[in-house]
């Protein structure tokens, strides 16, 4: 009985540290918006310009009632309101391509980025 117990608890550990494990591994991004007519999009404090396929964390700060966080690009159409104000937790896919994210109340007027994701 015991031999059982020991085995049962030996599996259940190991798919405990494999679960843990593949949640540490999703890289995090920070997106931000505002206060002032400022948008970025960041990974361990570098401004982003190129990733890897695959999946992410991002986590949004949306600072100002007159600016929106928009990302968008291939598989991917995600915003915050305009008038909200707050933090907001996606997990996206992202595929090769193009991404964008803006202000789109102020989009033309440069609060905007790109980045490229590869293979």
């Not at 085995?7 to 505002?34: R, W």
């Not at 159409?77 to 896919?93: C, E, S």
């Not at 994210?101 to 980045?115: A, V």
Request: net charge positive.
């Amino acid at each position: 009985m015991t031999r059982i117990t020991l085995s049962f608890l030996i599996v259940a550990a190991v798919a405990a540290v494999t679960l843990v494990s593949a949640q540490a591994a999703t890289p995090v991004l920070k997106g931000e918006v505002g206060p002032g007519f400022k948008i970025e999009v960041e990974k361990a404090g570098k401004d982003v310009k190129r990733l890897k396929a695959g999946r992410y964390t991002i986590k949004v700060e949306d600072k100002a009632s007159i600016h929106n966080f928009h990302l968008f690009g291939p598989g991917v159409n995600k915003k915050t309101a305009v008038a909200f104000v707050g933090k907001k937790t996606w997990t996206v896919t992202l595929k090769p391509g193009k991404y964008t994210y803006q202000c789109d109340p102020h989009r033309l007027t440069g609060m905007r980025g790109t980045f490229r994701v590869v293979s």
